[in-house]
């Protein structure tokens, strides 16, 4: 490597990790993750066509409402990758817009495999300069904990961020999640995170994970403790899903600090009007607070 190259390299300033960026956010925002989830029915709500376009249009107009006042926004993967190329383009653009707006982003990709493949799913969400990198990804660890390992690292590497699923809240999961009583899957995912967080100074380490808003007492019937996770807790389903703020308190306890909240349809149905996006993301900032 040229000397010029390596000393430029060298003194690049690294990237502050992402648990300390959301940690910074969420104090300075308010706990909330608004979902950016373009279904075809919320897009013909907010008189939009089922296409690119309206696609775009849903996506922008919801960063542009939300990047102000939420700790982060989280685009639903899935519901770009159905208007195929041109979809996964919207996608890139919205995350860009993220960054230009200065609001975290997590592409809710839910990516797992293995090897090479992994490798290359970290790749595409979380190497500086790919076209599809946000701040964080959330990652399937049911081929095991330690299969998550070139995105744990490439995210670590890059200041980035990953949301792995531990405790979802469909009926389903618990056919896989809950087996083992006191020893679960989930408990062993649980303290993956943990172990791996240890690599982080600061209040947050990098590796979060997904537990649901409506799970219940699922934390108590499988004896797991969040508290030695020190990572972010994603937690789907305030609002339209059912969970309000109270629920949120009662569920997670003495966890409930690092419990990052998401409202996708109970903010989004307010649209398109960008006015009313902002005020009913500010409703349920009241509602976390007050909590």
């Excluded at 087996?179 to 679960?184: H, L, N």
């Excluded at 303290?191 to 699922?218: C, F, M, P």
């Amino acid at each position: 490597m040229p000397e010029s190259v390596s000393q430029h390299q060298e003194q690049q300033p690294a990237r502050e990790s992402f648990g300390s960026r959301l940690a910074a956010a969420m104090v300075a925002q308010g706990p909330l993750c608004v979902g950016i989830d373009p279904h075809p029915q919320l897009l013909a709500e907010w008189g939009l066509n089922d296409d690119v376009a309206g696609l775009e249009r849903f996506s922008l107009t919801v960063v542009d409402a939300v990047a102000s006042l939420a700790a982060a926004v989280k685009p639903q993967v899935a519901l770009y990758e159905r208007h195929g190329s041109a979809g996964l383009a919207v996608l890139e653009r919205t995350l860009a817009a993220c960054a230009d707006s200065g609001v975290l982003s997590i592409a809710d990709a839910k990516r797992g495999d293995i090897g090479s493949t992994m490798a290359a799913y970290a790749d595409a969400w979380l190497r500086d300069g790919s076209s599809l990198a946000a701040d964080s990804v959330t990652l399937s660890p049911y081929l095991g904990f330690e299969s998550l390992r070139p995105a744990l690292d490439l995210a670590a590497e890059h200041g980035r961020g990953v949301f792995v699923l531990a405790l979802t809240s469909n009926p389903e999961g618990k056919s896989v999640q809950h087996v083992g009583g006191s020893d679960s899957v989930a408990r062993r995912i649980v303290a993956a995170a943990a172990a791996e967080n240890r690599r982080y100074q600061g209040t947050l380490g990098s590796v979060g994970l997904v537990v649901g808003a409506t799970i219940g007492s699922a934390l108590k019937d499988l004896d797991i403790d969040l508290g030695p996770v020190r990572g972010a807790i994603l937690a789907p389903g305030l609002g339209a899903q059912g969970a309000t703020p109270s629920d949120l308190r009662a569920t997670f306890g003495d966890a409930y600090p690092s419990v990052l909240a998401t409202s996708s349809r109970g903010i989004l149905a307010a649209g398109p009007s960008v006015e009313a996006l902002r005020a009913a993301t500010g409703e349920t900032l009241r509602g976390l607070r007050s909590a």
